[in-house]
């Protein structure tokens, strides 16, 4: 029997839903848009002969201190896509548009407006005359035309042109200095949120047009409020502010930002329970752990309006999960309320569809096609696939052990319980370190069945389906990575009801499409929605926050899940 109760923080995004199918937005305003000093690795050399050198920093700088369990898996924007990047591509950078903090309202950014053509088909974006990248080089259009080359041709382990570049645009140009053209494919009506995410975000002109640089060399200067200065991935990050910066985004309130990294959530808490830590963000979900740092004097645990899903990818290319028998065996055993509640405590709410409850159309798929868990509907799939209690499926799970906080081996060791409760079923685990991780799970060639967050790139359902199907899904493999041929009849439907969905202005006729979509996902199994789960930042009660635009308590992380870090101040 499922459980479900509807998280009332998802309902922030239903504001939007009618505006992602509108049109030109050009007429907004601009608005401003996760103890002891820790000594930082040596600087490694500057990013290019033409940099200017940055003012240096002042003695005893105002400093905070930020943990977290996430990891650097690449910060060169024409690739990256783990979330983690993408905050400190945020901070470092500024896309075409952008996110007021704390709320869904699009806002100028790089592009201090914007038009849209008739037909919906041609945006053209009119740049700020003072964008400065941190060592003083100016940005044109042509340049961000270069940007713009890099990630749509690039081909890295990241995907994120396949999932937020070709899959939209058709052609592209410098009209001028000052003037971006960019048109689409299909009129996606939701594209000014596409163009908010860090693969808009342009990098500094000295990296190359024909190789992508996952971690370039420090400093790394972007037209952002920050510039990193240092980082030595696995250990810190070190931001400094862009002395350069010409935007209207707050001007930070200290003077560094320091991101300590951790091998679990745990070690993560001690850390800061120490005075070692300032903030503690990404990832504490263990509910345990989260009520004794509640139980700190002076400590508040604060919870995120938002959170992410988790799901596992299924890679439709590789034994045994190429057969669909074995992908319905799967999504026929997982008990999600169990999940819920030996894991999380009952914090995590089941997902019976990726898209979740508040968003346009979410329905439960999952549940109404499986009707799971339901272990007799998995043993016939598995018998017509051709095992038996006597040859039983054998299948690898794999997981990044540190990137999603103690409570991940207990999850994967529950769901493996879970399949091999069918009993045709053995289940081997695998663990791997994230940044290797999160590339073998997207080039498709390692593992049949991995774990996976998700947090959307723009609040619209489209981007809880489309990137795991676009340009080889993340490692579904239902689509080829570089033509986005789909692989077999079934999925051209899924394609083609995709595309549908994100072209129609009528609410009701998108409401219908998604629940085709959503059932025919299902049935094929492209992804195995598993549950949601809140996010948390913790903190000492001497750091604030500008509370403006959002609830003090969660810091103003807003629909990006990311920490505006020129908005965090400390009394210390």
């Known amino acids: 029997m499922k459980r479900t109760t509807k998280w009332l923080v998802l309902l922030i995004v239903l504001s939007v839903l009618a505006a992602a199918c509108g049109g030109d937005s050009s007429t907004t305003t601009a608005a401003a ?9 040596a600087p490694t050399t500057t990013a290019g002969s033409t940099a200017t050198t940055a003012p240096a920093t002042p003695d005893g700088p105002k400093t905070i201190i930020i943990g977290s369990t996430d990891s650097i898996a690449g910060l060169d924007s024409a690739d990256a896509y ?56 100016p940005l044109d259009a042509n340049m961000y035309v270069d940007h713009l080359s890099r990630m749509l041709t690039l081909d890295g382990s990241g995907g994120v042109g396949g999932a937020l570049g070709t899959p939209f645009i058709e052609a592209y140009q410098a009209v001028d200095d000052r003037t971006l053209e960019i048109t689409l494919k299909q009129p996606f009506g939701y594209f000014p949120q596409v163009v908010t995410g860090a693969p808009y975000m342009p990098m500094h002109p000295d990296l190359p047009m024909d190789a992508l640089v996952e971690f370039p060399d420090a400093p790394i200067y972007g037209v952002g409020v920050w510039m990193i200065t240092e980082y030595v991935p696995g250990e810190q990050t070190v931001l400094e502010p862009n002395p350069y910066y010409t935007g209207s985004a707050s001007a930070p309130k200290v003077d560094r930002i320091i991101i300590r990294y951790f091998s679990d959530a745990p070690t993560m808490a001690k850390a800061l329970e120490a005075g070692e830590l300032d903030i503690a963000f990404r990832t504490v979900s263990d509910p345990t752990l989260l009520e004794e740092l509640a139980d700190v004097d002076g400590l508040t645990v604060g919870t995120v309006p938002g959170g992410g899903v988790r799901f596992m990818i299924i890679n439709h290319q590789l034994a045994p999960t190429d057969n669909p028998d074995v992908r319905k065996a799967l999504a026929s055993l997982v008990d999600r309320d169990e999940i819920s509640d030996r894991v999380y405590s009952g914090t995590a709410e089941p997902l019976y569809s990726m898209i979740p409850v508040g968003f346009l159309g979410a329905n439960e798929a999952f549940d109404d096609v499986y009707g799971s868990p339901d272990i007799a509907a998995a043993q016939a799939f598995l018998t017509a ?18 990137h999603y906080g103690g409570t991940a081996a207990d999850l994967i060791q529950l769901l493996s319980e879970q399949f091999e409760a069918s009993g045709m079923i053995d289940v081997e685990i695998i663990s791997q370190e994230w940044s290797t991780y999160i590339g073998a799970v997207i080039g498709g060639q390692d593992y049949a069945v991995s774990l996976l967050g998700w947090f959307f790139d723009y609040p619209d359902p489209d981007n809880y389906l489309a990137p795991f199907m676009n340009s080889g899904g993340l490692g579904t493999m239902i689509t080829d ?15 083609d009801l995709l595309v549908q969905a ?16 959503q ?15 809140p996010e948390h930042v913790i903190y000492w009660d001497y750091i604030s926050a500008d509370d403006a635009a959002a609830s003090l308590e969660s810091l103003n992380i807003g629909p990006t899940f990311d920490l505006h870090y020129e908005l965090l101040d400390s009394s210390k």
């Open 33 to 41: 848009v996760d103890t002891p000093d820790t000594t930082a690795a």
């Open 82 to 137: 783990a979330l983690h990047d993408w905050e400190l591509l945020r901070n470092i950078g500024e896309a075409l548009l952008g996110f007021a903090p704390g709320t869904t309202e699009i806002v100028p950014a790089l592009a201090s407006d914007w038009s849209v053509s008739d037909d919906g088909l041609v945006y053209t974006f009119f740049l700020r005359d003072d964008i400065v990248f941190g060592d003083g080089t």
């Open 385 to 402: 696939a051709g095992y038996s209690e006597t040859n039983k499926l054998q299948i690898q799970v794999a997981y990044p052990p540190e």
């Open 481 to 495: 990575p570089d033509t986005n041929e789909p692989i077999d009849a079934d999925t051209q439907v899924l394609m």
């Open 502 to 517: 994100g072209i129609e202005t009528d609410v009701d006729a998108r409401v219908a499409l998604y629940a085709d979509l």
């Open 519 to 533: 059932e025919l996902y299902a049935e094929n199994v492209t992804t195995l929605p598993l549950f949601f789960l």
